[in-house]
T-cell receptor, first 112, second 111 residues
Framework: KQEVTQIPAALSVPEGENLVLNCSFTDSAIYNLQWFRQDPGKGLTSLLLIQSSQREQTSGRLNASLDKSSGRSTLYIAASQPGDSATYLCAVGSNSGYALNFGKGTSLLVTP | NAGVTQTPKFRILKIGQSMTLQCTQDMNHNYMYWYRQDPGMGLKLIYYSVGAGITDKGEVPNGYNVSRSTTEDFPLRLELAAPSQTSVYFC??????????FGSGTRLTVV
C-alpha cells in the first residue's frame, strides 16, 4: 500500500523567505504526483501536476520536483507572501488504481 | 463554469439517521470520487466511479453506498449514521487519471 509522508507538519516563516515542503512515498511505481492547496474550510485547489516521466513543473513562484527512484518530491515556494498561508497536500497517483493517495499535509503560515 | 458542486455544506445527523450527500459536475468528466478527511489526516477514498453505471470501493467504503446513473451526478448515501462518520466529505472529478477538480466539501457531524 502506498504511504505518503509530508514533512514538516507545520511551518512558520516571515514574508519574503523561500521555502521547501517535502513529500515522500513508499512505492515508486507512480502514475503522477500532485500538489494541492487547501484553505481553512475550503476544498482543494490543484497547484502542480507532475507526470511520472517528468522531473519538475513550475507555475509562477511555485516549483515542484519529482525523484521517483528515491520516492521524493519537493514543493519550492519563492518569495513567500501572507496569502500563501494554507495547508499544502501532496497526493500520489499509482499505476494500479484511479485514486490518489494523500499525505497529511503541511500547514504553512507566512507572517507579515 | 461551476465545476464540482456539493450539497449540503454542513449537516448534523443523529446516530442511526440516514442522508445523501449530493455531488454534481458540469465538466463531462468520466471519473468521479468521494473522499473523507478527518482532522489532521490525509484524504481517504470512499468510493469512485469510472463512468455512468460503474462504481467501485475505495479504502474506507463501510457504512456508505453510491450510485452513478448519469455522468454528472455521483451521490453518496450514509445509512445508519455513526459518530465515526463525523468528517469532511469531498467529491472530486477528473477527465482521466489526473486533472482533479474538487468540490468545496460537506462538513458532517453525527451526534
Amino acid at each position: 500500500k502506498q504511504e505518503v509522508t509530508q514533512i514538516p507538519a507545520a511551518l512558520s516563516v516571515p514574508e519574503g523567505e523561500n521555502l521547501v515542503l517535502n513529500c515522500s512515498f513508499t512505492d515508486s511505481a507512480i502514475y503522477n504526483l500532485q500538489w494541492f492547496r487547501q484553505d481553512p474550510g475550503k476544498g482543494l485547489t490543484s497547484l502542480l501536476l507532475i507526470q511520472s516521466s517528468q522531473r519538475e513543473q513550475t507555475s509562477g513562484r511555485l516549483n515542484a520536483s519529482l525523484d521517483k527512484s528515491s520516492g521524493r518530491s519537493t514543493l519550492y515556494i519563492a518569495a513567500s507572501q501572507p496569502g500563501d498561508s494554507a495547508t499544502y497536500l501532496c497526493a500520489v497517483g499509482s499505476n494500479s488504481g484511479y485514486a490518489l493517495n494523500f499525505g497529511k499535509g503541511t500547514s504553512l503560515l507566512v507572517t507579515p | 463554469n461551476a465545476g464540482v458542486t456539493q450539497t449540503p455544506k454542513f449537516r448534523i445527523l443523529k446516530i442511526g439517521q440516514s442522508m445523501t450527500l449530493q455531488c454534481t459536475q458540469d465538466m463531462n468528466h468520466n471519473y468521479m470520487y468521494w473522499y473523507r478527511q478527518d482532522p489532521g489526516m490525509g484524504l481517504k477514498l470512499i468510493y469512485y466511479s469510472v463512468g455512468a453505471g460503474i462504481t467501485d470501493k475505495g479504502e474506507v467504503p463501510n457504512g456508505y453506498n453510491v450510485s452513478r446513473s448519469t455522468t454528472e451526478d455521483f451521490p453518496l448515501r450514509l445509512e445508519l449514521a455513526a459518530p465515526s462518520q463525523t468528517s469532511v466529505y469531498f467529491c472530486a472529478s477528473s477527465p482521466q487519471w489526473d486533472g482533479y477538480t474538487f468540490g468545496s466539501g460537506t462538513r458532517l457531524t453525527v451526534v
